[in-house]
């Protein structure tokens, strides 16, 4: 059995089909990890949704997708909370006649993932990153108590504050909220560990006095392992104790896929 990480789809069906050809991808034997965003901007949301409803209710355990910021984004368009921005191609799943049954899929998956690998011991998925002073203990607890706010009656409260940051909601909520923008959006920490949302650059081109998030000096989680996506300007990358797996394919590079077992990286261009 083989656990294959793969980063950002963004809607890009058609490499998604060859990149699994090109690792032999055997759903009864090998476990799917994909980094989040699976919609947006690409040209086919709609067939990459299909496709991980179907495999996940045919294979049961043998695919896990964890939320990115462009899922959060369609699931707060579906709650008419957010409008359409430039370059979104969600309205085919909006308008699809499943579509009730693909967004209750993506609502229940998680925000952060953590199984233990051959040879790693315990990794971590999530989409982005987590804040310097972070406990991996914590951070799980704070992803169980916003998915369950996701899977819930409330879950407009947790999207609705995301949209809004001003909108009035229960205090629990608005940390929900802002934990699950950090693990879906952070790429960099400025000098005082806070989130440095607007760059989105290489990372040799990031500001004076400020870090990538696996890269701060005081990270608590360091020396355990995290394979994360959204960063398209970083690549597909390893570190000593992280993989960044989003090649960039909706920028017309590449769709990759990482073995976790012995960090074998397979690329199929976009």
Not at 39 to 63: H, Y
């Amino acid at each position: 059995m083989a656990t294959w990480a793969i980063g950002d789809i963004q809607g890009c069906f058609e490499p998604l089909q060859r990149l699994l050809k090109a690792i032999s991808f055997d759903p009864a034997a090998d476990q799917l990890w994909l980094a989040g965003d699976l919609v947006n901007r690409g040209p086919d949301s709609l067939g990459v949704l299909r496709w991980a409803v179907d495999l996940d209710q045919r294979f049961p355990g043998q695919l896990v997708a964890v939320l990115g910021n462009h899922d959060l984004h369609l699931l707060c368009r579906a709650e008419g909370l957010a409008a359409a921005k430039r370059r979104d191609t969600l309205d085919p799943v909006l308008a699809a006649p499943d579509r009730e049954l693909l967004l209750g899929w993506l609502r229940r998956q998680p925000l952060v993932h953590q199984q233990a690998i051959a040879g790693l011991g315990p990794v971590t998925l999530l989409h982005a990153g987590i804040l310097p002073p972070w406990h991996l203990g914590w951070v799980l607890q704070q992803a169980h108590y916003a998915e369950a706010l996701l899977r819930s009656p409330r879950r407009r409260e947790l999207l609705k504050v995301m949209v809004d940051p001003g909108q009035a909601v229960p205090m629990a909520v608005r940390v929900a909220a802002e934990f699950t923008g950090v693990v879906t959006r952070l790429r960099c920490v400025d000098r005082h560990g806070k989130p440095l949302h607007e760059f989105s650059g290489p990372l040799e081109q990031i500001p004076a006095g400020a870090h990538a998030w696996f890269d701060a000096p005081d990270r608590a989680s360091r020396g355990q392992w995290m394979v994360f996506g959204h960063w398209a300007a970083l690549g597909m990358r390893q570190g000593p104790d992280w993989i960044a797996t989003d090649a960039g394919c909706v920028w017309g590079q590449s769709l990759a896929a990482v073995r976790l077992e012995d960090r074998h990286i397979v690329q199929v261009p976009a």
